[in-house]
């Protein structure tokens, strides 16, 4: 199958569109849960275009786990940066 786990894929829709993410579940056949520089999301397989990549992962991989996985493959991922909102007066 195309988006098993361990698949590297890039983001191509919404706020992390040109972000790499690994499919670290299959859900069913049109949607995943992915996990990488994306935030950890169960996203349609329609907004994902798949690399020639695998990684080995478990099912349900943390982000650590996802991250090194990567580095090993030679895709360094920046961090997530948490914003921080000021408040209004």
Known sequence: MLFDIGRVAVKIAGRD????????????????????????????????????????????????EVTNALKEVGISISKRKKVKRSKKK
Do not use: F, Q, S
């Not at 990488?36 to 996203?43: A, D, L, N, S, Y």
């Open 17 to 64: 569109a040109r972000k790499y993410c690994v499919v670290i579940d299959k859900l069913d056949n049109n949607y995943v849960l992915v996990e990488g520089e994306t935030r950890r999301k169960k996203i349609n397989v329609k907004h994902l275009e798949p690399l020639d990549i695998v990684v080995k992962i478990k099912k349900n991989a943390n982000n650590e």
